[in-house]
């Protein structure tokens, strides 16, 4: 069972950084490609960043490349996002999702589980 539930969402001024996680309480994430996608108010879910279930690929959004880093701990089934540098237009609610084994991809149809999303303010 794949039960994904996102955490360290907040307001920060712009500059500022913040780590989000994304921890499973079931089955182990070992097997499964992870993503970040966010949505702003008024628009659609968008892709961040995803990681292979091997760890071995890693991709990011332009927005966000240089400034985001995903990574995961098996031993704590858990994915990171730790996002630094900050802008107002990273203001979001934040999700991680999963897919079995495969491929990386910046598809959200792509996923099978979701968290239920964490708020991000990035005040000016």
């Known amino acids: 069972q794949v039960q994904l539930v996102e955490s360290g969402g907040g307001l920060v001024q712009a500059g500022g950084s913040l780590r989000l996680s994304c921890a499973n309480s079931?089955?182990?994430?070992?097997?499964?490609?992870m993503g970040w996608f966010r949505q702003a108010p008024g628009k659609e879910r968008e892709f961040v960043t995803t990681?292979?279930?091997?760890?071995?690929?890693?991709y990011y959004a332009d927005s966000v490349k240089g400034r985001f880093t995903i990574s995961r701990n098996s031993a704590k089934n858990t994915v990171y996002l730790q996002m630094n540098s900050l802008k107002p237009d990273d203001t979001a609610v934040y999700y991680c999702?999963?897919?079995?084994?495969?491929?990386?991809?910046?598809?959200?149809?792509?996923?099978?589980?979701w968290g239920q999303g964490t708020q991000v303010t990035v005040s000016p």
């Open positions: 999702a999963a897919k079995y084994l495969g491929g990386t991809s910046s598809q959200s149809q792509a996923y099978d589980h």
């Open positions: 079931g089955r182990t994430l070992t097997w499964y490609t």
């Open positions: 990681i292979n279930w091997g760890g071995g690929g890693i």
